[in-house]
């Protein structure tokens, strides 16, 4: 009599069994984290575009605005000597305004859910690269972008 190599039903039932109780905790756990993962990444972009204003300030002598729309989930950034002749900058990779929409495409689900940085919803750039106003932008209520008075320096906080 030959030994038939394989296994039986009730040890793939048994294995899928086991696979379906992990799945049910890591699962959850998993999307937790890929959502902290986007919501820090659209942090990351966004210090790194008002640092791209403070260098368009200083680079072209001129002023430069980061100002953020809590209501519409965005921000622009703007050059010129005031803010009745500013204009939109132009993104250097898309080559079009630059307006910066979060809860779209690979930041979907991270809103802007607060604002301390004036009433103006602005963070303004001479052209040495200073800023006369700082605050905190906070993402989902979790992440903190914190830039400083003065010299304009970007950070995450408390990650």
């Known amino acids: 009599m030959s030994k038939q190599k394989g296994f039986t039903l009730t040890e793939i039932i048994i294995v899928l069994v086991i ?7 890591a699962v959850p ?39 953020f729309d809590d209501v519409s989930n965005l921000y622009k ?14 993104d250097p990779f898309e080559q079009q305004d630059f307006i910066k929409y979060l809860d779209q495409g690979e930041y979907k689900n991270v809103v802007i859910t607060s604002l301390n940085i004036g009433s103006d919803k602005n963070i303004a750039f001479d052209w040495f690269g200073n800023t006369s106003n700082s605050g905190e932008i906070i993402l989902n209520n979790s992440t903190t972008i914190s ?10 906080v408390g990650w």
């Open 29 to 67: 756990r998993l999307y937790d984290h890929y959502h902290n993962i986007k919501v820090m990444a659209a942090a990351k972009q966004i210090m790194a575009d008002i640092r791209y204003a403070q260098t368009i300030a200083m680079n072209e002598h001129d002023s430069s605005w980061v100002e």
């Open 147 to 156: 830039v400083e008075n003065v010299t304009g320096m970007v950070k995450i």
């Open 77 to 90: 950034i703007y050059s010129g000597i005031n803010k009745a002749t500013r204009a939109l900058v132009k």
């Open 19 to 25: 696979i379906g109780i992990i799945s049910v905790f």
